[in-house]
């Protein structure tokens, strides 16, 4: 299936500047989102441009919805949801972060 192939095109390349910045000097330019100590690390954004740009390669009419914005039409009829700083494993909390992009919704089916 083409869209899994993508997403796991997309993670990885989210994946990749991740692991970069970790690598790096360790400069996250940490900013806060809002006041209630939402924080924001450049890594949050290149990681998740990193991602936006796999996807809307392979699909340009596609929207990618993630916490640091918003790329497209979010009420176009494809829509990916990512997260490409993640902390949180499914059913429950744990510092091992993971690059999430698996989620797709069809507003009409897919063609």
Not at 34 to 43: E, F, K, S
Not at 47 to 67: C, K, L, M, N, W
Not at 95 to 111: D, G, L, M
Request: overall charge positive; charged content about 25%; proline content about 6%.
């Amino acid at each position: 299936m083409r869209s899994q192939r993508v997403a796991e095109a997309a993670a990885r390349a989210g994946g990749a500047v991740l692991m970069a910045r970790l690598r790096g000097d360790g400069d996250l330019q940490i900013a806060y989102k809002d006041g209630r100590a939402n924080l924001v690390t450049v890594a949050d954004r290149e990681s998740q441009q990193a991602v936006t740009d796999v996807i809307r390669a392979a699909f340009p009419d596609h929207a990618v919805v993630g916490e640091e914005g918003t790329t497209g039409d979010p009420g176009t009829e494809h829509v990916w949801y990512v997260d490409p700083l993640d902390g949180r494993w499914p059913g429950r909390s744990t510092t091992r972060p993971a690059t999430r992009c698996s989620r797709r919704r069809w507003v009409a089916a897919p063609p």
